[in-house]
């Protein structure tokens, strides 16, 4: 069970952060300019590996992000690149479907 922030982060994979990139590692430290406090994250390579995956999404800044992932464009977002082996479901509320 994930949820997801109105930049799209995913766990804690943030946009344009160097975690995002680890592919051997099943988790990572992430700090840096806005992240605070320090913490551990999943990598995709942890995230990738689960059978399914839900992602959990509320409030209407998150619209945006919620349009920029499942939307008809590919977007680079960390969120859109989550890929359990079988199952991805998204729960997200009326007020972050931007309606």
């Given at each position: 069970?994930?949820g997801?922030?109105?930049?799209?982060?995913?766990?804690?994979?943030?946009?344009?952060?160097?975690?995002?990139?680890?592919?051997?590692?099943?988790?990572?430290?992430?700090?840096?300019?806005?992240?605070?406090?320090?913490?551990?994250?999943?990598?995709?390579?942890?995230?990738?590996?689960?059978?399914a995956?839900?992602?959990?999404?509320?409030?209407?800044?998150?619209?945006?992000?919620?349009?920029?992932?499942?939307?008809?464009?590919?977007?680079?977002?960390?969120?859109?690149?989550?890929?359990?082996?079988?199952?991805?479901?998204?729960?997200v509320?009326?007020?972050?479907?931007?309606?």
């Open positions: 069970m994930l997801m922030g109105a930049d799209g982060h995913v766990a804690s994979l943030f946009p344009g952060h160097a975690a995002l990139a680890e592919r051997s590692r099943l988790a990572v430290a992430v700090a840096g300019a806005g992240i605070e406090p320090a913490r551990v994250s999943l990598t995709y390579r942890a995230l990738d590996g689960a059978e995956a839900l992602v959990m999404v509320s409030g209407a800044g998150k619209a945006e992000a919620v349009r920029a992932v499942l939307g008809a464009a590919r977007s680079d977002l960390p969120a859109a690149r989550l890929s359990p082996r079988e199952t991805l479901v998204w729960l509320d009326r007020a972050a479907t931007g309606f």
